[in-house]
């Protein structure tokens, strides 16, 4: 028990698995496989963030920097900015620190079962990897989930920045795990341990020559294993088996902790020769199956021979070429088979029976027989060594690779389409109301959002939406549009506030309650309620939709999409046909009455609509606009171009586009549509307005139409202004 207590407080490398480098490494590939990169970067545009892992910045967390992470280049430091694919490769590299959380690295799939040496000296891996809850584990992928609805839903620049350096990098201490998998050691219950320090750990101290192979490898054989190889992330290729995270470790024996245990022996856990080749006593799997010998001149063609390795094949009498050619390596067999992809082929060094065995010269012959047990004395006992190792590389690094890549795509696997609802556009209020008068606390308190569940073949189920939409501000905007483009008020790149802001919406409701999910490929439209409302001076605006709930068969899911939509947008009516414009004599404006029209027309009715519903539905009407008055909406829609129905005097379809507001370097800000005055209004360019024409009948009508000097006629100032006491209130039934 003393020396059980020993190793428990000091042997903090006891169960590292592969070297710091190495993870770094592995989970750098990783995400240049998954589609953090591939698909143009479909995960982070999905998270409303720059496509590229090397485009956006983000913390890494507080803690104590470990010599080990000067394995990075540049080396890996807590509490510095780092790029998105750094911080995943960073984030491998931090899980082993400090080193008693490698005691929860450990998952023997066959009898689910941490590091056990005596008694349970952790937690399994997939446990301490996902749970979350656990002393002393804040990056699991629980911890990971709310991170990501932090990133999205905190108020403050500062604060979603911080979430996601912590997502990202929890993603790497996640992967760290699927790594050690890959690792036999690790999925077998063996552990292995480095001195600590300057203090020899005795009969305790195991270095991992796996792990220190790999480490030193990672020049040639093991990088070359990954080089070379053919790497596809298993998610989504093998959709139909990653159902939840933990199928990653096992999986009726397809997770990476499965194919590792059935198919690679580890130091501890070695073949056996009891009456004939067999597999170790505790496991069933592998089986050795043939032995072969090479020699040592042939192993070591094009290279020197280790001093030590020499000496033991040196014979008196007989020149190099000729007694390395007579001293042989005996390896041992085995088949490697693949239950996820159903491939089987020959590791034909799986191990090694040899007068060369590392153990032997460090014990001086003195070896652990099968059982663990007894002893016995012999210069020939199964043992591992580098040939083995990088005989492994091949199978083991591309698949760590595989697996990592699949659980990043995994992680942020769930799909949201968003689109327009029935009626055509996001949102729509009365510009002209009191509601829309004010500058930065007025606009938009309710969205309509068409939802889609693209997520192949998984359900959204028990759970809830909301909306979050992100914007900049026009500093410049007035309520009268003054501080548009184009207009006097308007500064350009100085009128775009620095920070980027968001409003997030209550649960959204489809009907009467809530909406709580979405069957495969189900359809529904959600109802966002914001208080504080979007802004009607936002500019720069997205749309994004959040789920939180279960997911297929995974609970506590996550899954968002986001949607670069319209800026608030302008509809105009003007009913001008308080005065005739003479077409045949000075092709001026006139107030009535003039010549032979003497009357006033009659109020007109207004309906707008944005599109065509089966139950015609107007979502924007006036009974009654008076001559010489006006009325504005303003609205969200897709970018592009809307369709509008209006009926005022005549019913017409126009398509008009949508304006956006846009930032090009190095300073222009700007709308795709420019502002101009109606009647001494400044109006968008969606405008329908009308007048008398005398040339028609008395009460006819004519459009505004674009004169000689590139404005349009209604432009004349000799035209009374449609001013605030001069615009009718819509009735909105949105």
């Known amino acids: 028990m003393r020396f059980a207590g020993w190793i428990l407080t000091s042997v903090c490398s006891m169960c590292t698995a592969y070297e710091m480098p190495t993870h770094y490494v592995i989970a750098r590939d990783a995400v240049t496989k998954s589609d953090l990169v591939s698909s143009n970067s479909a995960i982070l545009v999905q998270l409303g963030l720059a496509p590229g892992v090397t485009k956006s910045q983000f913390l890494t967390t507080a803690g104590k920097n470990e010599i080990g992470f000067r394995g990075a280049v540049p080396m890996c430091a807590h509490g510095q900015p780092e790029t998105i694919s750094r911080l995943v490769a960073c984030g491998a590299m931090f899980e082993d620190a400090p080193g008693l959380r490698s005691f929860n690295h450990f998952f023997d799939p066959t009898r689910d079962a941490p590091l056990t040496v005596g008694v349970p000296l952790g937690y399994t891996s997939p446990n301490w990897s996902l749970s979350g809850g656990l002393f002393g584990q804040d990056f699991a992928l629980k911890n990971a989930r ?224 099968c059982d663990d047990i007894s002893h016995f004395f012999t210069g020939a006992v199964f043992s591992l060594n580098a040939f083995n190792f990088q005989a492994a590389y091949p199978y ?109 919406s209550n649960v959204g409701k489809s009907g009467a309650g809530p909406i709580t999910g979405l069957a495969v490929d189900a359809s529904a439209e959600a109802t966002f309620e914001f208080s504080p409302p979007i802004p009607i001076n936002a500019s720069d605006m997205s749309l994004q939709v959040l789920f939180q709930g279960t997911l297929g068969q995974e609970a506590g899911a996550v899954a968002v999409n986001t949607k670069d939509i319209s800026e608030p947008n302008y509809l105009a009516v003007i009913n001008s046909t308080d005065y005739v414009f003479d ?90 549509i420019t502002f101009r005055k109606l009647r001494g209004v400044y109006r968008a360019g969606a405008v329908f307005a009308t007048f008398i024409s005398s040339l028609g009948t008395p009460g006819a009508t004519g459009d505004c139409v674009t004169g000689d000097d590139g404005g349009g006629i209604c432009d004349e100032k000799s035209l009374r202004s449609n001013d605030r006491a001069h615009t009718v209130p819509w009735v909105i039934n949105f």
């Not at 501890?268 to 050795?288: E, H, K």
């Not at 072969?292 to 009498?317: H, Y």
């Not at 003497?598 to 109020?603: N, S």
């Not at 609205?635 to 009926?647: K, M, P, R, Y």
Request: hydrophobic share 40%; with cysteine.
């Open 583 to 672: 077409d045949v004599g000075d092709q001026r404006y006139h107030a009535l009455p003039y010549e032979r029209f003497t009357d006033v027309p009659d109020d007109v009715s207004v309906k707008v609509r944005f599109a065509k519903t089966g139950a015609e539905i107007w979502p924007a009407e006036i009974s009654a606009l008076k001559a010489g008055y006006s009325a504005q909406v303003a609205f969200l829609a897709d970018l592009g171009e809307v369709t509008i129905d209006a009926s005022f005097f005549k019913t017409v379809e126009q398509k008009l586009p949508v304006s956006q507001f846009y930032l090009s370097p190095p300073a222009t800000y700007f709308r795709t």
């Open 396 to 504: 083991l690094l591309p698949r760590a690779v595989a697996y990592s890549a699949g659980y990043i795509n995994y992680v942020f696997r769930g799909q949201i389409e968003i689109m327009p609802p029935a009626d055509g556009v996001y949102a729509l209020i009365d510009h002209d109301a009191d509601a829309a008068r004010c500058i930065d606390f007025c606009g938009f308190s309710k969205l309509k959002v068409g939802l889609r569940n693209t997520t192949p073949g998984e359900a959204m189920t028990d759970g809830t939406f909301v909306a979050i939409v992100k914007f900049h501000r026009n500093r410049c905007y007035r309520p009268d549009l003054s501080g548009e483009p184009d207009t006097p008020d308007f500064g350009g790149a100085a009128c775009r506030s620095a920070d980027e802001e968001i409003v997030v």
């Open 146 to 369: 709310a991170d990501l609805v932090e990133a999205l839903t905190s108020l403050t620049v500062a604060l979603r920045s911080a979430a996601f350096g912590r997502l990202f990098q929890s993603l790497g201490q996640e992967i760290h795990h699927l790594q050690d998998m890959a690792q036999p050691q690790h999925v077998r219950n063996d552990a292995h341990s480095d001195a600590l320090g300057n203090v020899d750990l005795g009969p305790f101290n195991h270095p991992s020559r796996y792990e220190r192979m790999t480490a030193l490898d990672l020049v040639d054989a093991a990088s070359a294993a990954l080089e070379h190889a053919t790497v596809v992330p298993v998610y989504p290729a093998y959709r139909d088996v990653f159902r939840t995270p933990r199928d990653f470790w096992t999986q009726a024996g397809k997770g990476i902790a499965d194919f590792t245990n059935a198919n690679f022996v580890s130091h501890g856990t070695n073949f056996c020769y009891i009456g004939g080749l067999g597999a170790n006593p505790r496991y069933a799997q592998p089986v050795p199956t043939r032995i072969t010998e090479e020699s040592v001149a042939a192993l070591f063609e094009g290279r020197d021979v280790p001093p030590a390795v020499d000496a033991l094949c040196r014979k008196t009498g007989q020149a190099p070429q000729q007694y390395l050619a007579g001293c042989v390596f005996k390896f041992v067999a085995s088949n490697v088979t693949d239950a996820l992809t159903g491939e089987v082929s020959e590791n034909p060094r799986a191990s090694t029976l040899s007068a060369l065995d590392e153990d032997m010269l460090r014990y001086q012959q003195s070896a652990s027989a």
